[in-house]
């Protein structure tokens, strides 16, 4: 069986979007969503992380940390995933009841259903890199032997 996922508000799942309103404390700052971090994170260093950090939410959040106005930090591509992995862990670790809805899915595939994204999720025909899930499926094992 193949676990879908894509709107926060979709139940049982839809704790895995990083629009989920779950927060979380990292590098000593209060997150209000995955999605806040791991915007801000392109940032670090600059007054945007607080900005994007500090956004009402995490739609406001992703469209600030995608604004090209803004100096993208120049090792992003070489730790994007890194930064999406730890802020994920952060969140399920925080959360114990989400933390749980993870583990439950066992060894089954996790596959954000994103049909306009082709890298994090499985785009619209499902050839997409679905980097998401297959963090998801890491931070899972992570979970497990923690």
């Not at 120049?74 to 969140?91: P, T």
């Not at 989400?98 to 619209?124: F, H, M, R």
Request: some cysteine; charged content about 30%; overall charge negative.
């Amino acid at each position: 069986m193949t676990i879908y996922f894509y709107d926060e508000s979709e139940k049982p799942y839809g704790c895995f979007s990083n629009f989920s309103p779950h927060g979380f404390e990292l590098d000593g700052l209060w997150w209000q969503t995955s999605e806040h971090y791991f915007q801000a994170q392109k940032f670090v260093g600059t007054e945007h992380l607080e900005a994007i950090r500090l956004a009402q939410t995490p739609a406001d959040a992703a469209k600030m940390g995608r604004e090209r106005s803004r100096p993208l930090r120049e090792d992003w591509e070489e730790v994007k995933e890194d930064v999406m992995e730890r802020g994920l862990f952060g969140k399920f670790q925080t959360h114990q009841d989400i933390g749980k809805i993870l583990l439950s899915t066992g060894e089954e595939l996790i596959v954000e259903n994103a049909p306009q994204d082709y890298y994090w999720g499985c785009g619209k025909d499902g050839s997409g890199k679905n980097r998401l899930g297959e963090i998801l499926m890491q931070v899972r094992t992570k979970l497990r032997n923690s």
